[in-house]
């Protein structure tokens, strides 16, 4: 069965900090995408970041990059020079590639704060 | 504009009464599906669909259906089976590549809440 975990369920950051937040995972399968994704007060989800995890380059996306250790199934993310508008629920997610085989299994989120 | 558009953003529903949520895109995406999210939680997958006129169950459809009849839309019935319909409800829209479906883009949502 494939699991995505959050182990930190609130996180704070100073504002213009760098924060990390967390994210194991479990497939059985060698080729899939992560994600994240942010949800902010709105509550639309929308895309961070993605890696394929065929790629050993770490995703950069502007502030936010990750941390990709597919051997430990670790998938961390790096947010930099933190900003008030970061503040949301951040949800990691995997997709095994090959659609058919599974579907975007989410994580329990991180509820990440700013402080000014 | 190209994006995903759901309506409505709030949703009142009677005991014993369907409800259907709208979700519209123009991406050009084949593929799309609807999630619920309850409070505290990630998103579960409720049905999805590749291609018109054929969708499959997710890990909770029961008490929903769906119809596929355009590519740009994929409405969520949400009936009287379902017992506790009250949760956030979000759809999305993706490419079907080659490695199978690809990355999910999201709507804004609808509130849903049983009166």
């Known amino acids: 069965a494939q699991t995505v975990t959050q182990s930190q369920p609130e996180m704070s950051v100073q504002e213009a900090e760098t924060v990390t937040l967390s994210c194991t995972y479990d497939?059985?399968?060698?080729?899939?995408?992560l994600f994240w994704y942010k949800q902010p007060p709105s509550r639309q989800m929308i895309l961070v970041i993605r890696?394929?995890?065929?790629?050993?380059q770490n995703a950069t996306e502007n502030r936010f990059s990750v941390n990709f250790q597919k051997a430990a199934k670790s998938f961390s993310l790096k947010i930099s020079d933190s900003q008030l508008g970061d503040a949301a629920m951040y949800f990691c997610?995997?997709?095994?590639?090959?659609?058919?085989?599974?579907?975007?299994?989410f994580g329990k989120g991180t509820k990440l704060s700013v402080k000014p | 504009d190209g994006g995903i558009t759901q309506s409505p953003k709030y949703l009142f529903r009677k005991e014993g009464q369907n409800v259907t949520l709208s979700c519209e895109q123009n991406?050009?995406?084949?593929?799309m599906y609807w999630y619920r999210q309850d409070p505290g939680q990630g998103l579960r997958l409720i049905y999805y669909?590749?291609?018109?006129?054929?969708?499959q169950k997710g890990d909770i459809a029961e008490g929903y259906s769906v119809s596929r009849e355009k590519k740009e839309s994929f409405p969520l019935t949400v009936t009287s089976a379902q017992k506790n319909p009250t949760a956030f409800y979000l759809c999305?829209?993706?490419?079907?590549?080659?490695?199978?479906?690809?990355?999910?883009?999201f709507g804004p949502g609808t509130r849903l809440l049983v009166l």
């Open positions: 999305a829209s993706s490419i079907v590549g080659k490695g199978g479906r690809e990355t999910q883009y």
């Open positions: 497939t059985s399968e060698s080729d899939y995408y």
């Open positions: 890696q394929e995890a065929y790629k050993q």
């Open positions: 997610a995997l997709l095994n590639y090959g659609g058919s085989q599974g579907n975007l299994i």
């Open positions: 991406l050009n995406h084949d593929a």
């Open positions: 669909s590749q291609i018109v006129n054929d969708f």
